[in-house]
C-alpha cells in the first residue's frame, strides 16, 4: 500500500483511490449502454418524455441490459454484503473473549457482540428495503411496459428513487447508534457538537487512540 503524506499533513491512500476510480470508471462504461440503444422522445405540448429504442434494437436486447444491470446493482451487491456481514457476525460470535471466565467481563462482551450483529444485520436489511422498489420497477416496466401508462406513475418512481438514494444518508445514523467507536471518534472529531457533561473531559486513552487513527 502506497502512502503519500501531502504538506497539509494529510495521508492520502493511493490505493483506495485506485479503487475508488475503477468503480466509477467501471459505473460509467455500464450505464453507457442505454446510451447506445435508446433515445428520447419529447412530446410538443405535454410534459411527458416517451423513451423509444434506437433502431435496429430488438426489444429483448433492452429487457436483457435492464435485467442484467439489475442484478449488478441490487442483487450481486446485497448478495456480497449478506455473505461478508453473515461471515462477519458468525465469526465474531464464535470467538472466545482470552484469559479466565469472568462473568461481568463475558456478559459485557456478550452484550456488544449482539449489538455489532444486529448493525449488521440492519445494514443488509435497510440497502434490501431502500432498493427493492426501484428495481422492482425497473423489471415490471421492461414486462409490463403499461406501467408507465399509470396516472402517477411518475410520482411512484420519484418516491422509489428517493427510498433508495436515501440508503447511504440511513448508514451513519445506524453506526452512530450501534458503534461505540464511531460515537467516540464523532465526539472526538466534533467536540465543538457535543455537549460534555459535567466533568466529562475526553479521556487520555481516546486521546491516544485519535492520534493513533492518523498515523
Known amino acids: 500500500m502506497v502512502v503519500v503524506v501531502g504538506m497539509v499533513g494529510k495521508v492520502v491512500v493511493v490505493g483506495k483511490v485506485v479503487v475508488v476510480g475503477k468503480v466509477v470508471v467501471v459505473g460509467k462504461v455500464v450505464v453507457v449502454g442505454k446510451v447506445v440503444v435508446v433515445r428520447m422522445v419529447v412530446v410538443v405540448g405535454k410534459v411527458v ?8 434494437i430488438k426489444p429483448m436486447v433492452m429487457r436483457t441490459y435492464s435485467h442484467v444491470m ?3 446493482q441490487f442483487f450481486l451487491p446485497l448478495g456480497v454484503i449478506s455473505f461478508a456481514y453473515i461471515r462477519m457476525g458468525w465469526q465474531l460470535w464464535g470467538a472466545r473473549t482470552p484469559g479466565n471466565a469472568e462473568d461481568a467481563r463475558d456478559a ?6 449482539k449489538k455489532i450483529i444486529k ?3 440492519i445494514v443488509v436489511a435497510l ?3 431502500c432498493w427493492a422498489p426501484l428495481q422492482s420497477y425497473h423489471i415490471l416496466q421492461e414486462i409490463y411496459p403499461n406501467i408507465n401508462r399509470y396516472r402517477y406513475i411518475n410520482i411512484i418512481w420519484f418516491c422509489c428513487h428517493w427510498l433508495a ?3 447511504s444518508c440511513c448508514n451513519p445514523f445506524i453506526y452512530a ?3 461505540e467507536k464511531y460515537k467516540r471518534e464523532f465526539r472526538l472529531r466534533f467536540r465543538c457538537l457535543v455537549r460534555e457533561e ?3 473531559e475526553i479521556s487520555e486513552f481516546d486521546r491516544s487512540r485519535h492520534q493513533m487513527s492518523f498515523r
Open 127 to 129: 440497502f434490501a428495503f
Open 70 to 72: 439489475v442484478g449488478l
Open 177 to 179: 447508534i450501534y458503534n
Open 119 to 121: 448493525m449488521l444485520f
Open 108 to 113: 459485557h462482551v456478550l452484550r456488544k457482540k
Open 49 to 56: 418524455v416517451v423513451r423509444k429504442l434506437q433502431e435496429g
Open 165 to 167: 438514494m436515501s440508503n
Open 198 to 200: 459535567p466533568g466529562g
